[in-house]
Nanobody
Framework: QVQLVESGGGLVPAGGSLRLSCTAS????????VGWFRQAPGKEREFVGG????????YYVDLVKGRFTISKDNAKNTVYLQMNSLKPTDTAVYYC???????????????WGQGTQVTVSS
């Protein structure tokens, strides 16, 4: 089992920054790829970006490319989502999830955190 806990959400003005953390406990987290997803009110949960289990490869959806950065600190069992130049449309509950292979498909992920709210004011 892998348990994931997100933190770092909050309220930020448009143009601001936040860093979300996803801290894992349990089985060898270092062997898992991690994805970040978000769900805005009234919308489906969507993929934001991900990082390989080695931490050497990252990928993002076009909406956040150039503004969001994912990094992995295996020593701390933590994955970060640095979000810059935030927009009101980034407002959502953000989730991290772990999978052996990763990718943009939610079904690939067997372990999920509880989510953290990010609100960007205009």
């Amino acid at each position: 089992q892998v348990q994931l806990v997100e933190s770092g959400g909050g309220l930020v003005p448009a143009g601001g920054s936040l860093r979300l953390s996803c801290t894992a406990s349990g089985r060898a987290f270092n062997n898992y790829a991690v994805g970040w997803f978000r769900q805005a009110p009234g919308k489906e949960r969507e993929f934001v970006g991900g990082i390989s289990w080695t931490g050497t490869r990252t990928y993002y959806v076009d909406l956040v490319k150039g503004r969001f950065t994912i990094s992995k600190d295996n020593a701390k069992n933590t994955v970060y989502l640095q979000m810059n130049s935030l927009k009101p449309t980034d407002t959502a509950v953000y989730y991290c999830a772990a999978a052996l292979l990763g990718g943009p498909q939610q079904g690939e992920y067997g372990y999920w955190g509880q989510g953290t709210q990010v609100t960007v004011s205009s």
